[in-house]
């Protein structure tokens, strides 16, 4: 008796797992769901379910619709999972869809409530995209309905990616500070999960993957609070459920963010590039490149820690990349610091196309790298620099201390090199000029050698 109440305890305790949600069967009585106009609008939590139903209803015969876990506010984190290659799809041909039974079988004696998972490298092939961890950044979870717009609403244009891989995409990962964004505070990054013994309420769900999690910033008003401990809070946790289920199949992990208009690959937590940086930085190029021939956008690629110039720790693309070891994870940041963290809504339709250009062709990229990467056989991952690590009961006053020392250190070496430039620019112009009067020729092209005078600018590092 005491061993079947433990273990009820511990069954209550580690909460809810991924459940799909039920669809009526096809000889029900038809449930109309109006369609929310993803494309030109932002929605609320409750029209963005209605969307995800509206879908899983019309496209039943290859979209499922899962329930990862509930949040501090009790709402759902949700997933909807786009497999073409399905045993209910009648548009497959009769040997692939008797492949698709038996695989469906397997995977139901298992047992298993959540995406289909198989064994054995052939099975890479699942694309998981998610947006929404940070509340005030609603140009992500748009972009991500987007995406299941063009899967499923239009998928006769994007067959190609459709007959090759599966997709998981969960469009918004932290609703409740959503809404608190859209009704409270538009400017609000975390979720809203009250923290212990203190009147701070929420944690950066981006910082909570554990995965050096002990190096991340530790005061709790900070928006880029790490939380009280790895998985500390509910949305991650009930990422966590589906990523570690679906790991031997993953092939590509995508997060969305806004607005630094890049294209990012590990490591976030170090400035050491990843084993396989190569193939990592070919698919972020493959969709800088979409995107600028589709509407002329540029934009940056390269580590995180480059181009953000500084160290992120308990991200989830490194928890994914480094812990789970999918072969290929970035994060996509959307334009642009003009346009902010909601830009005007005649430009949603688009941001979220032009972001679908760019985003499908880094997915059949990725489908051609996956034979390329083998990630058993590479070193173990670097470790992050000690003295960026910070103990959860640490100082505080010491570390604040110590960083802002660091952001003065950083502005004058800013106005250093500024100087420094300006003066190389004017000593290039005065002697221009000087051979222009002694000679009366014209003035050299600026790839002229430049002449530093001693004590002035920086010289090379």
Not at 274 to 287: F, M
Not at 328 to 344: C, D, H, K, N
Not at 366 to 372: I, M
Not at 396 to 422: E, V
């Amino acid at each position: 008796m005491q061993n079947t109440t433990k273990r009820a305890k511990k069954k209550a305790r580690a909460g809810p797992r991924v459940t799909q949600v039920p669809v009526p069967p096809h000889n029900a009585r038809r449930v109309i769901i109006p369609r929310p106009d993803v494309l030109h609008t932002y929605l609320e939590y409750n029209q963005i379910n209605q969307y995800l139903e509206y879908i899983v209803h019309k496209y039943s015969n290859f979209v499922k619709l899962y329930t990862l876990g509930l949040t501090h506010e009790r709402r759902e984190v949700r997933a909807l999972e786009i497999n073409w290659n399905n045993p209910d799809n009648v548009e497959l041909s009769s040997v692939m869809r008797l492949q698709a039974a038996k695989m469906a079988d397997v995977h139901r004696s298992t047992g298993a409530k959540g995406p289909l998972v198989l064994p054995g490298d052939k099975n890479r092939n699942i694309i998981f995209i998610e947006a929404g961890t940070h509340a005030r950044e609603w140009i992500t979870v748009s972009t991500c309905l987007n995406c299941i717009y063009q899967l499923t609403e239009r998928y006769t244009r994007n067959i190609e990616v459709l007959r090759n891989l599966r997709f998981i995409i969960v469009p918004l990962v932290n609703p409740d500070g959503y809404e608190y964004s859209r009704t409270k505070n538009r400017n609000w990054r975390k979720n809203r999960r009250p923290q212990k013994s203190t009147k701070i309420v929420g944690a950066d769900c981006n910082r909570n993957y554990d995965i050096f999690w002990e190096c991340g910033p530790v005061r709790t008003n900070r928006n880029t609070y790490k939380g009280e401990r790895p998985f500390s809070e509910p949305e991650t946790r009930a990422m966590r459920n589906i990523l570690d289920t679906l790991a031997p199949n993953l092939l590509f992990f995508l997060s969305l963010h806004s607005y630094g208009q890049s294209i990012m690959y590990p490591w976030g937590y170090c400035r050491e590039a990843p084993y396989h940086w190569r193939e990592l930085h070919t698919l972020a190029t493959t969709g800088r490149t979409a995107i600028k021939t589709y509407n002329g956008r540029e934009y940056r690629t390269g580590s995180i820690s480059c181009l953000t110039k500084r160290t992120i720790a308990g991200s989830v693309v490194d928890y994914v990349y480094g812990v789970l070891k999918a072969p290929l994870a970035l994060v996509m940041e959307l334009p642009s610091r003009e346009l902010g963290f909601q830009p005007p809504v005649e430009m949603i339709s688009q941001i979220g196309h032009e972001s679908w250009f760019g985003i499908r062709e880094m997915c059949k990229s990725a489908f051609d790298l996956r034979q390329s990467i083998k990630r058993d056989e590479e070193p173990v991952a670097p470790r992050p620099p000690a003295a960026h690590s910070t103990s959860g009961t640490g100082d505080t006053n010491a570390s604040h201390a110590s960083d802002t020392k660091k952001k003065s250190l950083k502005k004058k070496s800013r106005k250093r090199s500024k100087r420094s430039l300006l003066t190389q620019h004017a000593e290039i112009l005065e002697l221009q000029q000087r051979h222009m009067d002694a000679a009366q020729m014209p003035p050299r092209s600026l790839t002229a050698p430049i002449r530093i005078r001693r004590g002035q600018g920086d010289g090379p590092s």
